[in-house]
């Protein structure tokens, strides 16, 4: 599988019921986007929900991004993942995290374990006894190095998510040559930098309630300081990409020149705004 330069990245939690999400993966392939990549988090089951979105596409592939390890066992996800190709031609990127504290003790009721260990055994459980496994598709949500050369060791490569061009160039390194970079990108084509950093703080305020990405943040040059009350201007306008089009496209750029194989658009809008949902999509398609 070869991915294509751009994605997008939207959570199906949001979309409601079978025919919004019909409507909207469909919009998303008629557009020409590559990927549409999607989490899972309290709502749709991802295996199940990705299914639906294959057998409504023709070429659109759909990735997990990201599937908690700790919502199914390796075999499972193993199946999963050769099942759903042989069903769909091939379309489906079996995306793994190891999600977070209050996801798999406080929903789930697991032990969260050490992260690049439980990563590490899992990927193995997936791959044990399965002659070339090594060429599946199935790539790694990683921030921090050890989880990246995870990724490169034991994967086709990484998820970065909630991440700047500086931290796309450090992860391309780490990866080395021949390995996915798949780099998600909130964005917002509101020019009045008000509303847009509002939309970026309402956004971004789960994520910085997470130790995972707080300690992301911290080790990719942002202070203590910068991570309070909401994040400052300048964690926003690094964590999100506003104003017009062309300066969006600017921002999208950065992540390729810094060695991105795929950049994923995450459209930021008002609750229920699928208009502008949608044209930021459609605006930003010919990245």
Request: hydrophobic share 40%; with cysteine; net charge positive.
């Amino acid at each position: 599988m070869q991915l294509g330069r751009l994605g997008a990245w939207y959570s199906t939690d949001k979309l409601g019921g079978p025919q919004p999400i019909k409507a909207f993966v469909q919009t998303v392939e008629r557009l020409g986007y590559d990927t549409l990549w999607y989490p899972e988090s309290r709502g749709y089951e991802s295996l199940s929900v990705g299914g639906f979105m294959l057998a409504n596409t023709t070429k659109l592939k759909l990735g997990s991004s990201i599937a908690s390890i700790y919502a199914r066992d390796a075999f499972t996800s193993r199946r999963g993942l050769l099942s759903l190709q042989a069903l769909y031609g091939d379309r489906f990127i079996l995306g793994l995290g190891v999600s977070h504290v209050p996801m798999v003790e406080g929903v789930r009721g697991h032990t969260y374990e050490r992260p690049v260990p439980a990563m590490r055994a899992y990927l193995d459980g997936i791959a044990k006894g399965e002659a070339g496994s090594d060429t599946w598709p199935v790539a790694i949500a990683a921030l921090g190095p050890l989880m990246l050369k995870l990724s490169a060791s034991h994967s086709r490569g990484a998820l970065p998510y909630n991440t700047t061009p500086q931290h796309t160039a450090e992860a391309a390194r780490i990866l080395g040559p021949g390995k996915w970079l798949v780099a998600e990108q909130k964005v917002t084509l509101e020019t009045n930098a008000a509303k847009a950093r509002a939309l970026g703080r309402k956004e971004l305020s789960r994520y910085l309630a997470l130790d995972n990405y707080r300690n992301n943040f911290l080790r990719i040059g942002f202070s203590e300081a910068e991570l309070a009350n909401g994040g400052s201007d300048r964690f926003i306008d690094a964590m999100m990409l506003w104003g017009t089009a062309d300066k969006v496209r600017e921002g999208l750029r950065a992540h390729f020149a810094a060695g991105a194989t795929q950049v994923c658009i995450q459209p930021v809008h008002e609750d229920g705004d699928t208009a502008t949902r949608d044209r930021i999509l459609t605006e930003l398609a010919d990245t």
